[in-house]
Nanobody, 122 residues
Framework: VQLQASGGGLVQAGGSLRLSCAASGRTFSSVTMGWFRQAPGKERDFVAA????????YYADSVKGRFTISRDNAKNTVYLQMNSLKPEDTAVYYC????????????????WGQGTLVTVSS
């Protein structure tokens, strides 16, 4: 599975962005998908994950209630809708995939996209 993230950009605090991650390969619909982010000078952190059918989702506490992960298996795409953005959400966002059930553990993801930069100005 190859992943291509897009949708990043510059937004003011309180604004919204939607990230997309397009996947190649016929097995996308059986893959758990996740989003991670890495702020400048910090380690990469878990943001959200969704199971293959879209009915199980996990979120980091820092984004719960503001971000929504979803997927469209017909389009081989996973999304991250980000609302009420804060300056501390500034980071490079990565999509990732695993054949395991949804997990927050970065080391369990086998497939990674290239990252898309989100900058939130105050």
């Amino acid at each position: 599975v190859q992943l291509q993230a897009s949708g990043g950009g510059l937004v003011q605090a309180g604004g919204s962005l939607r990230l997309s991650c397009a996947a190649s390969g016929r097995t996308f619909s059986s893959v758990t998908m996740g989003w991670f982010r890495q702020a400048p000078g910090k380690e990469r952190d878990f943001v959200a994950a969704i199971n293959w059918s879209g009915d199980i989702t996990y979120y980091a506490d820092s984004v719960k209630g503001r971000f929504t992960i979803s997927r469209d298996n017909a389009k081989n795409t996973v999304y991250l809708q980000m609302n009420s953005l804060k300056p501390e959400d500034t980071a490079v966002y990565y999509c990732a995939g695993t054949r395991l059930p949804p997990t927050r553990r970065e080391s369990l993801y086998d497939y990674w996209g290239q990252g898309t930069l989100v900058t939130v100005s105050s």
